[in-house]
């Protein structure tokens, strides 16, 4: 991934001690309630490589946690998130695993809530940075840098053109960039876009409206 500023070398104003560990994790459970919509209940987290090493002292632990209840990376209620969670009713647990993954700092979050669910993979790349590079079994590599949307649709060539075709007619020179994933669930794509601005509500009434899109879910920029 690309920076973009002396400030994305940096890192961002964030509470520590590590913004490999602690404010990119952050940022990974921010996106992941941002997405899902709500405050989940019931939260699984594995960890992968030097997060699962180290993730108690670094503060990974509480990191992901404040993420997933709201707090941006310089919020000091981060430091209480684990009590903060309790007290809203989230359940949540910490998973080690051994299994080497493509990235030393990756976490698996599940989420629900009720009959809702949600489940991605991201990894903290430094400087306060990170990367959600699977959502529901898509391939995706996502910065949380853009308000970002992701369109769920049924496949073929036909509905691909005309959803394409919207796209450039919603989204014009707004448009940071576009990826078509595919699933293992045959019949099922994804499209998401990354936009320099938010739609109306107008815009996704339009993309909803067509009858191969089965959901549009939104993630606002960290």
Known sequence: MKYRSVFDIIGPVMVGP???HTAGAVR??????YIFGM?????KITLYGS?????????????????????????????TSME???????EFEFIESGIEHIHPNTAKIEVQAGRHSLDLIGKSIGGGKMV????????VNLSGDFPTYFIFYKFNDKNKEELSLKIVELFGDKKVS???SSSILEGTNLLVVESLEKLNKESIQKITELGFVNEVKFADKL
């Not at 903060?84 to 989230?90: V, Y």
């Open 51 to 79: 997060f699962k090493e180290t993730y108690k002292g670094h503060g990974t632990d509480i990191a992901l946690i404040g993420g997933l209840l709201g707090y941006n990376t310089s919020d000091k209620r981060i430091r």
């Open 18 to 20: 590590s913004s490999s």
């Open 39 to 43: 405050q989940p209940e019931d939260v």
């Open 28 to 33: 990974i459970g921010l996106f992941t309630r």
């Open 132 to 139: 959600i590079f699977e959502l529901l079994g898509f391939d």
């Open 84 to 90: 903060d969670a309790k007290a809203a009713g989230m």
């Open 178 to 180: 576009e990826k078509y």
